[in-house]
């Protein structure tokens, strides 16, 4: 599960977002990743966002969040959307509250618990949160030996290392 803002993408001086370095070319190795069973592996968004002020808000937020996800050319990396990608405003919480990545698990279509997961973001908060329910964890920005990874050059191996069995 990866995080998306300062995580996968930032927002330049002009207030654009865009995609830091060698992230497409990691996620697109990730997805060719098969598990130990053979499975691909499978990787979702999990990300806060606006938050909705009623139920009927939730698919404009959802929207308008794909449409950033489209402008960097991250979509094609989380298909399909409905499963992959999570927005605390679906779960009507907000990270690192566990009901967000329940439902991003329900949302995936699988059963795995916690333990299995592992959680991508940039916040150390999140990161302590994740761990205390039992999520492996990387921070980027972070070097290697501190639990993280400091460029996305570094990442595939570095991931593909945590998730291999």
Excluded at 75 to 86: A, I, K, L, W
Aim: with cysteine; hydrophobic share 40%.
């Amino acid at each position: 599960m990866f995080d998306l803002g300062d995580t996968l993408i930032w927002k330049n001086p002009q207030g654009a977002y865009e995609t830091f370095p060698q992230v497409t070319s990691t996620l697109a190795a990730l997805g060719e990743t098969k598990c130990a069973d053979g499975t691909p592996l499978l990787m979702a968004l999990v990300s806060d966002y606006e938050r909705a002020t009623n139920p009927q808000d939730v698919l404009s937020k959802f929207t308008k969040f794909l449409g950033i996800l489209k402008d960097v050319h991250l979509v094609e990396y989380f298909q399909p959307v409905d499963q992959r990608v999570t927005l605390s405003t679906h779960a009507g919480v907000t990270k690192p509250d566990p009901k967000v990545f329940e439902l991003a698990l329900q949302r995936l279509g699988i059963k795995a618990p916690f333990s299995e997961c592992l959680f991508i973001t940039e916040n150390s908060l999140h990161i302590r949160a994740c761990k205390s329910l039992g999520m492996g964890t990387l921070q980027f920005g972070l070097p290697e030996q501190a639990g993280g990874f400091p460029h996305w050059n570094d990442a595939f191996r570095i991931i593909s290392g945590s998730v291999s069995p």
